[in-house]
């Protein structure tokens, strides 16, 4: 996805929290005996500040734990500044020293373990790849064209795609625990179970990776409908399964984008679940998660001060969540599921009402707990 402040535009990665269940209802003294008191309903709240000038934005976010994770902070092109990373314990948010340059902005991460955790950059027109083994951070590989997104299924099992909008494509890289190989010079976006089984999308079609070589299939039926104003595409996908693939497509309208339609894989076929009018004013993203009860939480950043969405899709129906500051004070940009459970994590930065160049905050959100 890109983020565009004052003018300015610059990769970014997003993050988000999903609503659960209701948290444990609590019992307190009533008339001389014991009441249980209404389950509270999860939001989305802030956990997390740092006030760091033009350049605050937490891009990118990943749970290792279910009180262990990791955000990134630092916006490359507010300014020639550095980003930092920040570990989770339980409530508290701490920065680690980081190897990140001078103008690097963090646009995906991924884990295996607590002590096998992954970074994606992009910085200039090249990109790099650094992982955490536990006690530091290092450069694990440097590419020389940008990054789009990334997937890590497992520690030996680690995934890099290009970007769909750019002409210079990175393609896809695997890495194996020994070496990196290109697999494709032009696919975008992804989403990897294993080393044979991944998949990818570019325009209107997705690909599969069996292993060996790509499969693809066109789904340009089931996105919205080419006006010749619009230029429908694909903008993301993750598979949960082998059988259970989802893929979100936008219909960039002109001048106000959308809508966004979820596309689901059976194992067999393809077919549209939902569709919304979410969408407008905002920037198409390749951040999908999990939100640990069968459905997906979305984050749509705003563009140019128009108001930014937090989807959720349950039961065939987009939902926006409520965030703190108002839809046009917040974007969220990165988001990721807690490990065995509904809560969720999400980074991005807060702003004057409808002014995202203006008043900026980098801030990591929290949905239940």
């Known amino acids: 996805m890109v983020r565009r402040i004052a003018g300015i535009t610059a990769g970014a990665a997003g993050l988000i929290t999903l ?62 500044v550095r980003p930092t990373a920040w570990k989770r314990s339980g409530s508290s948010w701490t920065r680690v020293s980081f190897p990140g340059k001078r103008g690097e902005e963090i646009v995906a991460a991924g884990a295996a373990s607590r002590s096998n955790v992954w970074a994606f950059t992009n910085v200039g027109t090249g990109s790099r790849v650094l992982r955490w083994n536990g006690h530091a951070w290092s450069v694990a590989k ?37 070496r990196w190989s290109r697999l494709s010079t032009s696919l975008a976006g992804g989403s990897a179970l294993s080393a044979t089984s991944a998949w990818a999308f570019k325009g209107t079609s997705v690909y599969h990776y069996n292993g ?94 128009q108001p930014s969405y937090v989807v959720h899709y349950s039961g065939g129906k987009l939902t926006p969540a409520a965030l703190p500051h108002g839809a046009q004070g917040i974007d969220v940009e990165s988001i990721a599921n807690v490990p065995g459970t509904t809560q969720m994590l999400g980074g991005g930065f807060t702003h004057k009402s409808k002014n995202p160049g203006l008043g900026i905050v980098a801030v990591i959100l929290q949905y239940g707990g």
């Open 19 to 80: 609503a659960g269940a209701g948290l444990a209802g609590t019992v307190v003294a009533g008339a001389g005996s014991a009441q249980a008191m209404p389950a509270k309903a999860a939001t989305w709240h802030i956990v997390k500040q740092v006030h760091s000038g033009a350049s605050g934005d937490f891009t990118a976010v990943v749970a290792t734990g279910k009180s262990a994770g990791w955000a990134f902070n630092g916006n490359s092109l507010a300014g020639p």
């Open 142 to 178: 440097t590419f020389g064209q940008p990054i789009g997104g990334a997937s890590v299924a497992g520690g030996k099992d680690v995934w890099v795609f290009g970007q769909p909008e750019i002409n210079q494509h990175l393609g896809v890289w695997h890495y194996n625990g020994h």
């Open 212 to 305: 060996r070589s790509w499969a693809r299939t066109g789904v340009a039926r089931l996105l919205p409908k080419s006006n010749g104003l619009n230029n429908p595409v694909l903008t993301g996908i993750y598979a949960q399964s082998a059988r259970n693939v989802y893929a979100i497509g936008n219909g960039q309208a002109e001048d106000e984008g959308g809508p966004t339609v979820v596309l689901h894989y059976n194992g067999q076929r393809w077919s549209k679940v939902a569709q919304g009018s979410f969408g407008e004013g905002t920037q198409p993203s390749q951040q999908i998660s999990p939100d640990g009860h069968g459905g997906l939480w979305l984050p749509m950043p705003g563009f140019g001060g």
